[in-house]
């Protein structure tokens, strides 16, 4: 689980390294259908290729990087969603793409360094876990090994297959209430900004604060059907900007930019306080099972060879 983490913040990394490579090119005065043919030839990265060559083909750079040429995983999946919708918001409202892609980048730079932080945190707990998950069956096997009958004490009474059918189940539950403490830690709520930088994307095109917010709401049910909404934040934002006479855009990345700091805080407190929560399986669950498993067969063949010898 762990490297499927690390592999996934490394996907991403890579996807805001192309991005900035993107938006390099696009500084440089080359249009956008070249830079990504030069990229697709380069051929170091798959999604790059995937672009070019559909570029190449007359199609559509948005239609390419939602479809991509290879299965990435679902946050990776979504990543190049949030591209793609700021790339369409971009071209429709006339933004500067450049500017845009580097937004896209640090945003995608510090979704990585947050799944790195948590991939971190969790690791402590996470192999302490799935160590203690088979104390059980060290516990059978330790029985064995001392010359203890411990599978036949098991199988050959109804209370034997009582402590073996428990031990399994406790056992199982353990694992899966593991799993599930695990995979709580790591989930996010995606990136809950994402509506606001594609607001201020919009708003440095040019376009008006009405015209802005239908292209950010048609990105979104486009691109992110499963988008946060932040519907009374960008009206608060906006209200300010009235009130103080200022540009909004600022206003909205300050905003973006703190609701990222608040979502990676959250991901490293739900994972450091993971150690804890895992003590609730282990003292419920493993250990239950470690004693019927371990200590209750030993338990029943020296209570047994004892009767035998009277």
């Known amino acids: 689980m762990r490297s499927d983490r690390a592999a996934r913040s490394l996907a991403i990394d890579g996807l805001a390294i192309l991005a900035d490579t993107v938006a390099?090119?696009?500084?440089?005065?080359?249009?956008?259908?070249?830079?990504?043919?030069?990229?697709?030839?380069?051929?170091?990265?798959p999604l790059a290729v995937a672009v070019g060559r559909a570029v190449a083909r007359g199609e559509s750079v948005v239609a390419a990087i939602v479809h991509g040429g290879d299965a990435p995983s679902r946050?990776?999946?979504?990543?190049?969603?949030?591209?793609?919708?700021?790339?369409?918001?971009?071209?429709?409202s006339g933004a500067p793409l450049a500017a845009c892609l580097r937004a896209c980048a640090d945003s995608f730079r510090g979704q990585g360094d947050t799944e790195r932080d948590i991939a971190v945190a969790l690791a402590g707990p996470v192999l302490t876990a799935r160590m203690v998950s088979i104390l059980p069956l060290v516990g059978l096997l330790f029985g064995a090994v001392l010359g203890f009958d411990t599978v036949g004490a098991l199988t050959g009474s109804p209370v034997g297959w009582g402590l073996l059918i428990g031990g399994v189940l406790l056992m199982g539950l353990g694992a899966a209430w593991n799993r599930m403490l695990v995979r709580r830690a790591t989930q996010t709520n995606g990136d809950r900004a994402i509506e606001l930088e594609l607001l201020s994307v919009?708003?440095?095109?040019?376009?008006?604060?009405?015209?802005?917010?239908?292209?950010?709401?048609?990105?979104?049910r486009r691109f992110l059907p499963g988008g946060a909404e932040?519907?009374?934040?960008?009206d608060h934002?906006?209200?300010?900007?009235?009130?103080?006479?200022?540009?909004?855009?600022?206003?909205?990345?300050?905003?973006?930019?703190r609701r990222r700091r608040e979502s990676r805080s959250a991901g490293q407190t739900a994972a450091s306080t993971l150690a804890v929560r895992l003590m609730l399986p282990l003292g419920l669950c493993v250990l239950p099972s470690f004693m019927?498993?371990?200590?209750?067969?030993?338990?029943?063949?020296?209570?047994?060879?004892?009767?035998?010898?009277?």
């Open 75 to 92: 946050r990776v999946k979504e990543a190049r969603a949030v591209l793609a919708a700021a790339w369409w918001v971009a071209s429709e």
């Open 230 to 234: 932040a519907g009374s934040t960008v």
């Open 24 to 45: 390099t090119l696009l500084e440089a005065g080359i249009v956008p259908e070249v830079a990504w043919a030069y990229l697709a030839e380069a051929g170091n990265d």
């Open 292 to 310: 019927f498993l371990g200590v209750a067969p030993l338990v029943l063949v020296i209570v047994s060879s004892t009767f035998a010898t009277l």
């Open 237 to 257: 934002v906006l209200q300010l900007s009235a009130r103080a006479g200022i540009p909004a855009g600022g206003l909205l990345r300050s905003e973006a930019d």
């Open 202 to 220: 919009a708003l440095s095109g040019g376009a008006a604060i009405a015209v802005a917010r239908e292209l950010v709401a048609e990105a979104t």
